[in-house]
């Protein structure tokens, strides 16, 4: 099965606006401590990035890299893979292969210094992150796999319905569709247990975006994906909805409302590992 990848509101689009206007979030959540793990791997650098959107791991990671890189582009859409080679850094150099990044094996890892993916991994089945952590062991690759979901939701001022928002939404990112179950909420300790499995040393470090004020228009969007999902997951929540978002949309326009939205990067190295990896 094809992995999908989603957009704000839980759809299989990923539109270039939409990943416009998270990459300085992303950018200011991933973690630089994870990543500079990888600052001794040896040049000349061949880089897979899984589900690669429009390029902004590249664009956050290269220049934390070794110098001399080569970057392997992955993505279903041959739009976004353009904007992603285009948008590489000067100096660095890449290819794109458009398809289903959940087949790859092993041989298909061959000669890959590093795999990375963004906000890909909760978007997998079980059965899929398995087949990524044999391959990355078999290829004898790290992977450094940033911005999961982890369902830790924080709206503050709090209301009384974002408990039952909350658990919708992780409901629905862990939704059955095109016979596929998703992981969503529950990909970090999946992952976290199966490249320990295979032999590698896990770390996780929390990643949680901080939007604001400062960040109003990326917050907008994520409060009406959140809703719209929740809502699909659950429909006799579309009438409470409604009020919820006339109050947080004033609250947001007051300059009031502020959300903590859980992610988690996990890096995996090769090399022995204990039953449950570690946890930074």
């Known amino acids: 099965m094809t992995a999908p ?29 994870l990543a500079g793990e ?18 902004a791991m590249a664009r956050w990671l290269a220049p934390r890299l070794p110098a001399t890189q080569h970057w392997i582009l992955h993505d279903r859409d041959p739009g976004l893979l353009g904007h992603a080679v285009a948008g590489l850094p000067v100096g660095v150099t890449g290819e794109t ?15 890959t210094s590093l795999v990375t993916a963004s906000a890909l991994l909760d978007l997998l089945t079980a059965a ?34 974002d408990r039952d928002l909350a658990a919708a939404f992780d409901d629905h990112q862990r939704r059955r569709t095109g016979g596929r179950r998703l992981l969503g ?4 300790p999946v992952a976290n247990a199966a490249f320990a499995r295979h032999g590698a040393r896990v770390r996780s470090a929390p990643t949680p975006w901080r939007l604001g004020p400062d960040r109003a228009a990326l917050l907008r969007e994520w409060l009406a994906g959140w809703l719209d999902a929740a809502c699909a997951q659950r429909p006799e929540l579309r009438g409470p909805a409604a009020g919820y978002r006339e109050r947080r949309h004033r609250q947001l326009a007051e300059g009031r409302l502020t959300v903590s939205v859980g992610h988690a990067d996990l890096l995996a190295l090769p090399g022995a590992a204990g039953p449950a990896g570690e946890r930074t």
């Not at 990888?38 to 390029?55: E, I």
């Not at 398995?130 to 369902?151: D, I, K, M, N, S």
């Not at 909420?185 to 970090?188: L, S, W």
């Open 5 to 33: 990848l989603q957009g704000p509101a839980g759809s299989p689009a990923c539109p270039p606006a939409w990943l416009a206007l998270r990459e300085p979030a992303d950018a200011d959540a991933r973690s630089t401590a």
């Open 185 to 188: 909420p529950d990909a970090v």
């Open 97 to 111: 292969r458009c398809g289903d990044v959940a087949r790859l094996d092993a041989a298909a890892l061959a000669g």
């Open 128 to 161: 899929e992150v398995e087949q990524l952590a044999r391959a990355c062991a078999g290829a004898g690759c790290p992977a450094l796999l940033t911005l999961t979901v982890t369902g830790q939701v924080r709206l503050d001022p709090p209301d009384p319905l």
């Open 38 to 55: 990888l600052r001794d791997l040896r040049a000349p650098l061949t880089v897979r990035d899984l589900g690669c959107g429009t390029g």
